[in-house]
């Protein structure tokens, strides 16, 4: 083999070899995601939604460990992206987000959030989050809260990434997922999604 032929076949062989050891680092690694923290509401001047920032001894608290605004009320511009069961729950008893399950359907039917819509992952390429827009009535500049099982499931995240390329910017996660819901004996409901009906 001449002096080319050799440089090629080495140069070859360590392309293939760097490829196997991306792919099993890749396989390997935790999932990553890049979500943008929520967007304040317009004519919200609440610095305390400004990550670092703590509220002043003497603030408002609204009980769920977040500031209050000055008459005591919950204020859902101090949240950021990753909330727990009792945001949460304040965000769905005030109306002021819309709620998607990212579990499997056989788990939304045996429970789930009330009125949650139900897109798991698995549905992304069938056109689920276009279908909840359309017939459910969410648009990009609404609040909503993805939650899944809590813990380590990555499927609230990846729908998360999918609301925000569709111009998405009020998306919270809630990462006690429905386990972390049912636990505290917050209201729940079985059967299949109301307006999306079920998964093919």
């Known amino acids: 083999m001449s002096w080319g032929g050799n440089t090629i076949a080495r140069a070859l062989a360590l392309v293939t070899v760097a490829t196997g050891v991306a792919f099993v680092d890749w396989g390997v690694r935790p999932f990553e995601m890049q979500l943008a923290p929520p967007e304040q509401d317009e004519g919200s001047d609440n610095d305390a939604a400004t990550p670092g920032i703590e509220s002043q001894p003497g603030e408002a608290e609204s ?8 008459a005591g009320a919950f204020d859902p511009n101090t949240l950021g992206t990753e909330i727990g069961t009792a945001d949460a729950y304040q965000l769905w008893a005030s109306g002021e987000a819309t709620f998607i399950d990212a579990r499997p359907q056989h788990e939304y039917v045996e429970g789930h ?20 827009m359309e017939f459910g009535g969410v648009f990009p500049d609404m609040r909503v809260v993805i939650y899944c099982e809590g813990g380590a499931c990555d499927a609230s995240h990846l729908v998360a990434l999918n609301l925000q390329d569709m111009g998405f910017t009020k998306i919270h996660i809630d990462t ?7 636990a505290a004996g917050y209201e729940i409901e079985t059967g299949p999604d109301q307006v999306l009906g079920e998964l093919p």
């Open 63 to 70: 009980g769920t460990g977040q500031p209050a605004d000055a």
């Open 113 to 132: 959030i009330p009125f949650a819509f139900l897109v798991p992952p698995d549905s992304l390429g069938d056109g689920r989050l276009g279908d909840m």
């Open 176 to 182: 006690d997922g429905y386990p972390g819901w049912a």
